[in-house]
């Protein structure tokens, strides 16, 4: 990966770098908690899905009330109708009600946790010039805390007595390939990644609309604000300006009628 | 407060846009919310409330019940609706209306809210945060930051408001004694940075936890809308407060020269995976 030079701030690094390493102890600390309740969830859906929850196969953002944009920064199509939507997610993942939702969480997810992948694969071979360190870092943290969000969700699935979501959104990923094969520099990265953050954090509002457990709505509560705190940090360094809205929407929210694998 | 930068009012005026649009979304659902109050004022028994929320409308009548009864003994399902019928019949007395959980959480959410635009306004009164000597990008996030808590602030009262419950105007009482604290320290823009930080971690963690609190289902929208808002304020200050303190304050700018920035800064603005909800308010400290 090529870094460029840049200006010695060797006491501000020092003290940035023992600040993050404080955070990160923070984020070890949050983690099992986090896990725990998505466990919870899991185990609270296993015995669910043996009773009356079968009443709710087949209408996961039933009464949501959303309509969504579907991934409008990849220039995905609109959206379907949502009663549409989950009675495919039933024949998409096997899954219905909450856990389809917790699928699709989980393959954003891996979705996301690929894309910096490529990311950092395309900036360590020089494709995309001078990479800054502060992106590098960007990258590299926004990569592992989805691969924790993933696990989380995966945590829900396999405690549902379900398997893990390996494979990603499909639907997104043809959109991102594309994308991708246009990206020659940082900013067209960091574009890349904003459109996918913000996808993400409109999943998890709609999905707060859907989802019925408690502990599902914590597990999306909690990760929600993370995403769109990537995104404001990649607006930063775009350029743009970071917090646009004062009201987050679903506009670019994925549907559960999207293909896994 | 007028924003000199041309590049910085640009991008302040499509925000601007992007606002109106999440505005419409939110009204939405405030709306949406009017109806059900008024239905649920109809129905006037839980019965028929519980009908609502399997029918995918509102008040889930688990949730209602767990935030009602925790602590109560259970008999069974027939004892908690017997209970549970009671407990509708209490809440359907305008008496009563303002001391459901959702309202009081609605309301320390505004009152939490009113408290950020006086710290914002106050922190815009110093020289150094909206004056001649102000960072201009530092200055642009104070004044739309400022705005933006408005905006919430309104958009909780109307939603306490359309439950019955009395909107609040006075800031968090708890906070407020926090920031009044602050006050005579707040001589620098490290000061004032940190304080933000803190008010605005504590929004964004107490919406975190109150999402799966709330029994209705507006409610938690609205809530859910907004808390992520909170987060990315804390991101940015994040990032502001490691360069000020690094001594890099000239690296906050818009675009900023990325190269020039240090590696930590590219992820100090968002520490962990899940947000925390360790400095969440209580549900009822600014239910006055």
Known sequence: MKIRRRREIAVSEAELTALTADLADAHHDTLPGMLAAANEMGASRRSFLLGAGALLGGVAIAGSGLTNGLGSGLGLGGGSGIAGASTRAAKSSGLTGDLAIVALAASLENLAVATYQAGIDAATAGKLGAVPPAVVTFAQTAQSQHRDHAAAWNGVLTGAG???????????????DQAFGSVTDVPGLAKLALDLEEGAAATYLAAIGAVKSPAGLATAASIHPVELQHAAILNFLLGEYPVPQSFATTTGARTTSDKIG | MPIDDPRLRDLLEQSQDLHHDAMRATHASLDELVELGHDDRRAGHRADVQADSQAGGEVPSSVTTRSLLSGLPTGGVLAAAGLGTAMVALLASPAFAGKTADVQMLQTAASIENLAVATYTTALGLDFIGGGSANPVVKAFVTKTKDQHADHAKAFNAAVTRLGGKPQDQPDPALLKVVEQAKPSLTDAGAVVALAIELETGAAATYVA????????????????????????????????????????????LPPDAAQLPAAAGSVGFPVAFFSTTDARPATEGAL
């Open chain 1, 162 to 176: 379900k398997q893990a979501v390996t494979g990603v959104d499909l639907t997104v990923k043809k959109s991102v």
């Open chain 2, 210 to 253: 109150n999402v799966p609190q709330l029994a209705n289902k507006n409610a938690r929208a609205v809530t859910a809308s907004i808390m992520g808002v909170e987060a990315q304020h804390v991101a940015i200050l994040n990032a502001v407060q490691a360069l000020v303190t690094a001594g890099a304050a000239d690296l906050i700018a």
